[in-house]
C-alpha cells in the first residue's frame, strides 16, 4: 500500500493515518483521487496547519474520486457511477478517509460565496456525465 502526490512522491509514512484506514478496506486494490487535510475545530480545513508540518498524525483523506478497483480501471465510468462505487468501497467509513461531499445542480455564485464565508480552501467542480481526466485542466 502506497500513497503518492500528484507529482509521484510516496507520503505513506507521512500521512500514517491515512495509511492505517486504507489498510482496513475490505478491497485491498484501489486508487483514490482525494485531497489531504487537517481539520480544524470548526471542522473545516486548515491548510496553514497542513503545511506546518506539524500534524502529520492529523492528515485524513478527503476522497473525490475512485480512479480504480480490483485490477479494473474505472475512468471511462462517469463521475456518478464512480462517486457510487467510491461510496461503496468506503461504506464502512474508516477513520481518516472521508468521502467528499457530493452536491448536484450548478455551482453559481451563491455557492462560491457560501465557500467564502466558510472560509475553505475551495471548490472541486466535475461534470457528472464525465470521464475521468488527469491532471490540472485548462478551460
Not at 7 to 27: C, E, F, H, M, V
Not at 31 to 56: E, M, N, P, T, W
Not at 118 to 136: A, C, I, N, P, T
Request: with cysteine.
Amino acid at each position: 500500500m502506497r500513497l503518492l502526490s500528484r507529482n509521484g512522491s510516496d507520503w505513506t509514512r507521512r500521512y500514517p493515518w491515512i495509511a492505517a484506514a486504507a489498510l482496513k478496506n475490505r478491497q485491498k486494490h484501489f486508487v483514490i483521487d482525494g485531497g489531504a487535510v487537517v481539520l480544524g475545530i470548526d471542522g473545516i480545513s486548515d491548510f496553514d496547519a497542513l503545511h506546518s508540518r506539524k500534524h502529520y498524525h492529523e492528515v485524513q483523506l478527503y476522497a473525490f474520486d475512485i480512479l480504480a478497483m480490483g485490477g479494473d480501471d474505472l475512468r471511462s465510468l462517469p463521475l456518478h457511477v464512480r462517486k457510487a462505487k467510491l461510496e461503496q468501497l468506503l461504506a464502512r467509513r474508516p477513520d481518516g478517509i472521508t468521502v467528499a461531499p457530493f452536491e448536484r445542480g450548478e455551482i453559481g455564485p451563491n455557492l462560491f460565496r457560501a465557500a467564502c464565508r466558510m472560509g475553505v480552501e475551495g471548490l472541486v467542480s466535475k461534470h457528472r456525465d464525465r470521464q475521468y481526466r488527469g491532471g490540472r485542466q485548462k478551460f
